[in-house]
């Protein structure tokens, strides 16, 4: 099985310096695209290539690519941002990404900046990625060095120049049109859209804002062609996905597998199943802002049609296991105090909505919850769902508890009918 | 007034942006790195440089949880609370942290040594429960190895 985003990474040890990826058959894509085509058939090829967005919307990257204004007449300097601020609870591919082979990452970020005639790249990511940032400064400084960063990379009429942002926190910054007031200098609330990005984003001029994982799929399709990316994946949707498994399981862990690989087979033969003497119970498959899934959906394929089928999301593709010995009801607490704390306030439904529903799952994990709250904790997720917010956030942070409330509905009751909770 | 180191790294991120203004996160955090915190003074400071409002810099400095508007230890713990962590022991981490430094997360230390806060996801979530100290990630934690890590930073 080929594993273009994991092949050269080496794991416990230094990542590959440039001449050695180089050497490996890296930076073709990007000599590719420079000699061989023009940036809007790089955008053709992305967008036949059916690559969705890794970051957890899922939409067609060469899509998005194409309403970005190209020829003489567009604005500049235009701007490529790359997303590395990995802060979804349970998610951790990225890192993998970042600290294993950071050169494969600027070799995506080149080719798709080419793609989009960008004049300027940012990395922006986390504080807590210290071994990212560096390494990602050691390959920027050797891209400099060897002409594949800077003036008329390789010979060519093309630069672009790239520099990292490290953030100072807040799970909004990971919203793109938060990440780049965040670049600005500014609060990270989210702006309205329209205008997006692609037309007027950073100091309002033309932005494209990709995941890290993204990124890192496009040079694979640039050498090797559409057919062959597709050809990588089980499903309709092209190439593979890195999953990871945490939670009570016996080998957590993160692996590129086949896009569309089936829910069971990543927890059982990749995370090998539940810890001894713990039964599954549920799972979030994408980190926290994803409905949870139960038994009758492991058979489900990961990919984004089919576990929006199930009635989730595939978000980051990184899910969460629920134990036997693990409350559902303080699960959930967990997850929503975390959405309540990290609103950014700018709008009102999330600003409130969220801070109550961390106090009715805190009254009832604690024993003084009522039968109603489980009906304003329902309208809540309604209220807080799509449409009725400025940005995404509370959509997803209503998603676990609303399915928390189908699927685990009896523990909810008997948290209120015993006055305690059961796992205590 | 900032130092001459601090408006020295300013000025470089400056360079970088189309106004002064967009450098403001960055001259919060090299305030920051120079004075561990940002006092009112800093703010003015920076403000100052950038030609902004206090106001309008303190916005975006309590904005962002990286940024300490109040006095912090030598030593920053951040134990990850989010989900991953939660469910494989995060609560048993917290108890022997505050049991042995003898603080509430928010605290710090009497000895102004270290100070105990939540963070978000560290997204090292398979090798949970995790928290940094510092810049420094510790993780696959049980409660009977944080004597000998609090040991490294004495």
Same mark, same amino acid.
């Given at each position: ?13 230094? !990542? ?77 591919? #990225? ?64 630069? *672009? ?50 995941? +890290?994982?993204?990124?890192?799929? +496009? ?7 559409? =057919? ?28 590129? *597998? ?6 069971? =087979?990543? *927890? ?52 969460? +296991? ?29 600003? @409130? ?44 942070? +209503? ?26 | ?9 300013? @000025? ?28 009112? =003074? ?68 009497? @000895? ?16 949970? !429960? ?5 810049? #420094? ?18």
């Amino acid at each position: 099985m080929e594993r273009p985003l994991t092949q050269h990474i080496r794991p416990g040890k230094e !990542p590959m310096t440039l001449p050695e990826y180089e050497e490996a058959g890296g930076y073709q894509a990007v000599k590719k695209a420079l000699k061989d085509y023009t940036p809007k058939e790089i955008q053709d090829l992305v967008k036949d290539a059916n690559l969705k967005g890794r970051g957890g919307a899922g939409f067609n990257t060469g899509l998005k690519w194409s309403f970005v204004p190209l020829g003489d007449d567009a604005p500049h300097p235009k701007y490529l941002v790359c997303n590395a601020d990995e802060m979804e609870p349970g998610t951790f591919k #990225d890192r993998v990404l970042l600290e294993g082979n950071p050169h494969l990452l600027l070799e995506g970020m080149i080719t798709a900046a080419y793609a989009i005639r960008a004049d300027v790249a940012y990395i922006f990511i986390r504080w807590a990625y210290q071994l990212s940032r560096e390494r990602l400064a050691n390959a920027i400084k050797e891209a400099y060095e060897h002409n594949y960063l800077g003036k008329n990379i390789q010979g060519s009429d093309y630069s *672009l120049d790239m520099h990292i942002h490290v953030s100072a926190g807040r799970y909004m910054c990971g919203e793109e049109t938060a990440l780049l007031n965040a670049l600005e200098g500014k609060r990270a609330n989210p702006r309205a859209k329209p205008p997006f990005p692609q037309t007027s984003g950073l100091f309002g001029k033309p932005t494209i804002v990709q995941n +890290v994982e993204t990124l890192c799929n +496009v040079p694979g399709i640039v050498v090797n062609g559409v =057919e062959w990316y597709k050809g990588l994946s089980h499903s309709e949707e092209g190439g593979t996905k890195l999953y990871g498994v945490s939670g009570k399981v016996k080998n957590p862990g993160c692996w590129e *597998l086949p896009m569309g690989t089936p829910i069971r =087979e990543i *927890l059982e033969e990749h995370a090998g199943g539940m810890q001894d003497g713990l039964n599954f119970r549920g799972l979030i498959p994408g980190g926290a802002s994803t409905d949870f899934l139960v038994e009758e959906h492991l058979d489900t394929p990961m990919d984004y049609n089919s576990i929006t089928q199930a009635g989730s999301r595939m978000g980051t593709g990184t899910m969460i +296991v629920l134990d036997d010995q693990t409350c559902p009801v303080a699960m959930v607490e967990n997850l929503e105090h975390f959405f309540a704390q990290e609103s950014c306030g700018w709008c009102t439904p999330c600003r @409130d909505g969220l801070p109550w529903t961390e106090k009715i799952l805190h009254a009832i994990e604690h024993g003084v919850g009522q039968m109603r709250d489980l009906d304003t904790l329902s309208a809540h997720s309604k209220w807080l769902g799509p449409g009725n917010t400025f940005c995404a956030l509370a959509p997803g942070a +209503v998603e676990p508890l609303q399915s928390a409330l189908k699927y685990f509905r009896d523990d909810f009751e008997r948290h209120i009918n015993e006055k305690r909770c059961p796992w205590r | 007034m900032l130092s001459e180191e601090e408006r020295r790294e300013i @000025d470089e991120e400056i360079q970088n942006m189309p106004n002064r203004k967009a450098a403001c996160i960055e001259a919060l955090k090299a305030v920051q790195r120079h004075r561990q915190w940002v006092s009112d =003074e800093g703010i003015a400071d920076i403000a100052d440089y950038l030609e902004m409002s206090p106001d309008e810099v303190d916005s975006v400095a309590t904005f962002y949880n990286l940024i300490f508007r109040k006095p912090v230890g030598e030593h920053i713990i951040r134990i990850c609370d989010s989900v991953s962590c939660w469910v494989t022991g995060y609560r048993d981490i917290l108890n022997t942290l505050q049991e042995t430094l003898g603080i509430s997360l928010g605290e710090t230390t009497a @000895d102004g040594k270290f100070t105990l806060l939540p963070i978000q996801c560290l997204g090292t979530c398979d090798h949970a !429960p995790a928290l940094m100290i510092d810049e #420094d990630l510790h993780r696959d934690l049980g409660p009977d190895r944080i004597g000998e890590i609090l040991a490294k930073y004495k």
